[in-house]
């Protein structure tokens, strides 16, 4: 179950990517080389950080992978993590300032009321 969770997460993380890295209609035809920003909010304090940062240590691992390998269509990706604390308001609040700063994509909360909200 454990091996599955991870597969999704990271498809939708590739995915998520990749949906804001083509050219788009009226581009320019420039290259954009600045970094993919893909966001995590996650509890990164409290009571359930333990669960909150070994997600985050592995979407680092992740990119730094990535990077390594190139990058996503020559664009080295960027990890932003924002702390949701395990509360619903708070994850709102972090998804809210994740997407302020541009992100293209977030992985979610371990908890579902965290998601739901």
Request: glycine residues 16%; contains cysteine.
């Amino acid at each position: 179950m454990k091996k599955l969770l991870s597969l999704v997460l990271a498809g939708t993380m590739v995915l998520g990517m990749l949906a804001g890295c083509g050219k788009k209609e009226g581009d320019s035809g420039k290259d954009d080389t600045s970094p993919i920003k893909i966001g995590y909010v996650s509890a990164l304090t409290g009571d359930t950080a333990l669960w909150g940062q070994a997600g985050l240590d592995g979407m680092k691992m992740a990119a730094e992978k990535v990077n390594a390998d190139g990058g996503v269509l020559g664009r080295k990706v960027e990890v932003l993590e924002a702390d949701g604390k395990g509360e619903p308001q708070d994850s709102v609040t972090a998804l809210q300032s994740l997407i302020g700063k541009g992100v293209v994509a977030v992985v979610g909360t371990n908890f579902s009321n965290c998601n739901i909200a």
